[in-house]
C-alpha cells in the first residue's frame, strides 16, 4: 500500500481511512488515536478515544470524566487491530503516557511520533526507535541553531542562584503537564531536598504524577495569605506561563523571574517575557537530536509537521531520503 493511502492529511488531523481513525484530531471525531496529553493533541469531545492509560489520565484530569464517549487503554508494544490496520503505541519520551503510534497495513509501517524528545526523563519512558517506512517527525526546534544543553548544567545554574540570591523567591515559568514534573525531578536528582512550592494549576497533575510513582519530594502549595506570613525568600516556587502574565510572581519576596522552556535559548524571547535567569530545558528534540534519530530509523520517507518544517525536509533530502512537510494545523505546543 502507498503510504500516502494509509494515512494522509484531512481538515480534521491526520486521518487512516482504512480504520476509519484519526491521530491527534484538532476537531471532534467518531475515533481518535491520542499520542499525549498536551492540550493540542488531546482535545475533548471524540466519540471514542485509544490512548496509554496515562495519556487518558491526563484527558480525564483535564476535562472531567465526561471527556470522551468512550476509551480504550492501549499498552505499550501491544497490537491493536482497527478495521484490519494493525495500531500498535511505543514510548515517545515527551510527558508521562507519551507515546509514538505505528500504523501497518499491506506491508508498510508508518509511525507518528507525536512529540518526542531523546534525553533522558526521570518523569517517563525513553522514545524507542521503531523500524517504518515513513516515520512522521515533529520540528519544533528544526532549525541548526538550536541546541539544547545539558538539562544538569541548566539545574545547576538554578541552584547556584538560590545560593547568591536567598534573600530572593525564584519563580519559575514551566508548563503544567510534563515541564513542571521533570523539572522537580531534576533538581532533586541534583540534592536539592527543601519543599518547592507550586501554584495550584500544577497540583492535580504534580499528585497524578506522585500516584504513578514518580518522586518529586516535598511539595507544598504557594499560597500567602494572612494565615501563612511566609513570603518564599529563597525558595522555589513554580507556576505555568499565564500566571506570569496575571502578575502572581510579584506577590513573592523580591521575585527573581525564571523560565523553563526550549525557547529560552533565544535572548529576545527572554528579554520579552521578563525572565532574568532563563533556562534551556525542553520536552522536545533539538536540531541535532532530530536529524540523528531520522538517522538512527533510517526510513524509506519522512514527513515533517507542527515546526520549522521546511529546513528538516530540506536537510532529507540532502540526506538522500525523500521528505515532505504535511502542513497539519492547530498544534501550537503547549509543552515546548
Ligand atoms: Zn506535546
Not at 4 to 12: E, I, M, N, T, V
Not at 71 to 82: C, K, M, N, P, Q
Not at 262 to 285: F, N, T, Y
Request: glycine share 10%; with cysteine.
Amino acid at each position: 500500500m502507498k503510504p500516502d493511502a494509509l494515512l494522509f492529511p484531512a481538515p480534521k488531523g491526520l486521518y487512516c481511512q482504512h480504520g476509519d481513525f484519526y491521530i491527534d484530531p484538532v476537531q471532534p471525531v467518531e475515533r481518535a488515536l491520542i499520542t499525549h496529553g498536551h492540550s493540542d493533541h488531546a482535545r475533548a469531545g471524540h466519540g471514542h478515544v485509544l490512548a496509554t492509560r496515562e495519556t487518558l489520565d491526563i484527558m480525564r484530569l483535564r476535562y472531567g470524566d465526561d471527556f470522551c464517549g468512550a476509551s480504550d487503554v492501549a499498552r505499550f508494544g501491544e497490537t491493536i487491530s482497527i478495521g484490519g490496520v494493525r495500531v500498535r503505541f511505543h514510548p515517545a519520551g515527551h510527558v508521562l503516557g507519551s507515546a509514538q503510534i505505528s500504523v501497518e497495513a499491506d506491508g508498510t509501517r508508518i509511525v507518528v511520533s507525536g512529540d518526542y524528545k531523546r534525553r533522558p526523563d526521570p518523569t517517563c519512558p525513553s522514545f524507542e526507535p521503531v523500524a517504518c517506512d515513513v516515520f512522521i517527525t515533529e520540528a519544533t526546534f528544526g532549525l541548526p541553531v538550536f541546541h539544547h544543553p545539558d538539562d544538569k548544567g541548566e539545574i545547576a545554574r538554578l541552584l547556584q542562584s538560590l545560593r547568591q540570591f536567598p534573600e530572593r523567591a525564584h519563580v519559575v515559568g514551566a508548563y503544567a503537564l510534563g515541564k513542571a514534573q521533570r523539572l522537580i525531578a531534576l533538581i532533586r536528582q541534583q540534592g536539592y531536598d527543601e519543599p518547592i512550592h507550586i501554584h495550584g494549576a500544577l497540583a492535580r497533575l504534580c499528585e497524578y504524577y506522585q500516584s504513578q510513582g514518580i518522586d518529586l519530594g516535598d511539595i507544598r502549595p504557594a499560597t500567602l495569605g494572612p494565615e501563612n506570613r511566609q513570603d518564599l525568600a529563597g525558595a522555589i516556587v513554580l507556576g505555568p506561563p499565564a500566571a506570569f502574565a496575571e502578575r502572581w510572581a510579584r506577590r513573592f519576596a523580591d521575585p527573581l523571574a525564571i523560565f523553563a522552556s526550549g525557547w529560552m535559548l533565544i535572548r529576545q524571547r527572554a528579554k520579552q517575557r521578563g525572565v532574568e535567569l532563563p533556562l534551556v530545558i525542553s520536552d522536545h528534540c533539538d536540531w541535532a537530536e532530530l536529524t540523528a534519530t531520522i538517522r538512527e530509523i533510517a526510513p524509506a520517507e519522512v514527513w515533517v509537521t507542527h515546526g520549522r518544517e521546511e529546513a528538516l525536509v530540506r536537510w532529507c533530502q540532502l540526506q538522500g531520503i525523500p521528505a515532505r512537510p504535511l502542513h497539519l494545523v492547530g498544534y501550537d505546543d503547549e509543552g515546548e
